[in-house]
């Protein structure tokens, strides 16, 4: 009998660049929109065929999203998929407003998918972001669109959730994170 490979094995089998890779640590470019619109067609691209191979191999409950380092570009462009469906494509994005309200609750990424961390972010984000074609656009996220579109921008930073973890709180393994029953909730 065989072992089933573990998740970031799995994540790393479709392409997902996986923890260690410098382009996950780096700070991404900006695309000069609209002349960059071309560029910034083609990493979207990518990064929704890297959304779509995840989708079929874990069910992602809580929504997702993959950054542009994530398929190996240091680029600034992300998607989110949130639980109720549709893609929201974050180009050129940056944090204009937080709120003061923060809670903290269980993570993961696609980078290094055998763990689970618990991770405090603000309850509310409000992000300016362009379209293709270089308009601006502000958007504010609540409770878990605002935890999944603030890792995504974190990725953007060369940032991974670990070190935005509490100080000495450790990551838990999928198994156990499992056993904890916990989905988000908020009030």
């Known amino acids: 009998m065989t072992t089933p490979p573990a998740a970031g ?4 089998s479709i392409g997902i660049v996986q923890e260690g890779d410098p382009v996950l640590t780096q700070s991404t470019q900006p695309f000069n929109l ?3 619109e071309q560029a910034a067609r083609d990493v979207v691209m990518a990064l929704h ?4 191979r995840a989708a ?3 069910n992602f409950s809580k929504g997702m999203g993959v950054a542009a380092p994530q398929v190996g570009v240091a680029r600034r462009a992300a998607i989110v998929r949130p639980p109720e ?3 929201i494509v974050l ?8 709120s003061a309200e923060a809670d903290e609750q269980f993570e993961g990424c696609l980078s290094f998918f055998d763990v689970r961390g618990k991770v405090p972010r603000p309850r509310s984000l409000q992000v300016e972001y362009q379209d293709f074609d270089g308009q601006a656009r502000t ?3 609540t409770d878990g669109l605002a935890r999944l579109v603030a890792h995504e921008l974190d990725h953007l930073d060369g940032v991974l959730y670990v070190s935005r973890m509490a100080p000495g709180t450790e990551v838990i393994t999928v198994a156990e994170y ?3 029953g916990q989905n988000w909730t908020y009030q």
Do not use: S, Y
Request: no cysteine.
């Open 139 to 141: 958007t504010t996220f």
């Open 178 to 180: 499992k056993g904890t």
């Open 49 to 52: 065929a890297a959304a779509e």
């Open 34 to 36: 609209p002349r960059e």
């Open 91 to 98: 180009l050129n994005p940056t944090v204009v407003d937080a």
């Open 56 to 58: 079929k191999v874990h």
């Open 9 to 12: 094995d799995t994540m790393k």
């Open 85 to 87: 469906g549709g893609v």
